[in-house]
């Protein structure tokens, strides 16, 4: 049975829109600011979907030594986004290794629906959550749901959008319990929400953990 993580504990807690626009920090979507492993499924790079920019006081909480960019990568044409995936930063961020990947689906998508790799660059600006992004009760719940791929394709920081609670968030390397981080869904906006690629991933939301300790990220999908 799912169980829908909302409450009163989320209200005051700052999450933040990523929305498409130039701002004062280098926060991206697409482009190659880091070295991305291949994908061991399809054999392409794997996409750098968002990279963000720590300099940036939004992001005081997720700041760690030895990064100064926050990259979240994943292969987006094919079945390795399906299962729970563990990399590792290093280079101020620069450089992503890959600590473990569980899929063992052998899919890939049709070339024609591919997603470019790498994903066209353009900026993006952080914008503080509105009142209905923040599951504090079940109607704030089913509005953020809606809202979440029609006006934004990226939550970062604040609350997490669960249909049902993660079992394992453990930094494999410590076994420290990671931070939430971020969770990325397709772009359902008309016109898109992001304008230099069709930004489909299928029916998915992916979410990223950190442990900024030792540098570890951790990326997992919940079905929509």
């Known amino acids: 049975m799912k169980h829908r993580p909302y409450g009163e504990h989320w209200r005051g807690i700052k999450g933040y829109r990523v929305i498409e626009e130039v701002d004062d920090y280098k926060h991206n979507i697409g482009g190659q600011y880091c070295e991305v492993p291949v994908c061991k ?76 790799v790498p994903l066209p660059e353009t900026y993006v600006k952080l914008f503080e959550m509105k009142d209905e992004d923040v599951p504090i009760n079940e109607e704030n719940y089913d509005t953020a749901f809606d809202l979440f791929g029609s006006e934004y394709v990226c939550r970062l920081l604040g609350a997490p959008l669960y249909e049902e609670l993660p079992k394992d968030l453990e930094c494999t390397k410590c076994n420290s319990e990671m931070m939430y981080i971020a969770t990325i869904t397709q772009d359902l906006g008309d016109p898109n929400l992001i304008s230099v690629v069709d930004f489909q991933i299928g029916e998915m939301n992916i979410f990223y953990y950190i442990c900024k300790k030792c540098l570890v990220i951790k990326t997992e999908i919940q079905s929509t």
């Open 41 to 116: 499924l399809c054999g392409k790079r794997m996409h750098q979907i968002f990279c963000f920019d720590l300099k940036d006081p939004k992001l005081s909480e997720l700041k760690a030594c030895g990064i100064s960019k926050l990259p979240l990568v994943s292969c987006l044409n094919c079945a390795m986004v399906w299962k729970p995936q563990y990399f590792q930063l290093s280079n101020e961020g620069r450089t992503i290794k890959v600590l473990n990947q569980d899929s063992t689906e052998d899919w890939t998508q049709d070339e024609e629906d591919q997603l470019p």
